[in-house]
């Protein structure tokens, strides 16, 4: 099984995903909550959120320093060893340069399968990467989910390539 997906086609830039290392990337989305507990807020307003309470804190209790190796957020080894998670396709997609005469996002598989989804749509799809703490190794390396976990039971399976055009 190759572990490696290249984004090619109508991009600035050919990419290649590695799923095997995603497990580190602060992007990931823990599966067995997301599509339960999805959050409504939007980016920006977690944002600002986010921001005021900092500013908040900044007034009551002055200034922070930098985190140190002491202070620096420590990974959940046991959540990465037995959970389930995924990565959204769209920073990927938006680091490979999509060209403006693109119109669509085709997902090769094996057996010369293909599911084509029009660009928006495609950015929205997760990239479901391990399952249980493992790799995805039958149907492997990556599942396609859509962003409702509709298909979260039968997902797009087997994806050699993303191509652009």
Known sequence: ?????????????TITLDPTV???DDRK??????????????D????????????????????TFPPTLKTERKFDRKGMMTGTFGIEIKSFLNNAQIKKEATEVVF??????????????????????????????????????????SNIENPIKNVVAIRVQ
């Open 108 to 149: 090769e598989c094996q057996n010369d399968e293909e599911y084509a989804f029009p660009i928006e749509e495609a950015k929205t799809l997760i990239l479901k990467y391990s399952q249980d703490g493992k790799p995805l190794t039958e149907g492997g390396p990556v599942h396609i989910l859509f962003a409702d976990g």
């Open 44 to 63: 920006d307003e977690k944002y600002l959120r986010d921001m005021g309470a900092h500013w908040s804190r900044e007034i009551m209790e002055g200034a």
């Open 29 to 42: 989305l823990d599966l067995n909550t997301y599509f339960t507990s999805k959050l409504a807020d939007e």
């Open 22 to 24: 995603w497990i580190f």
């Open 1 to 13: 099984m190759e572990s490696i997906i290249p984004i090619k086609g109508a991009v600035s830039y």
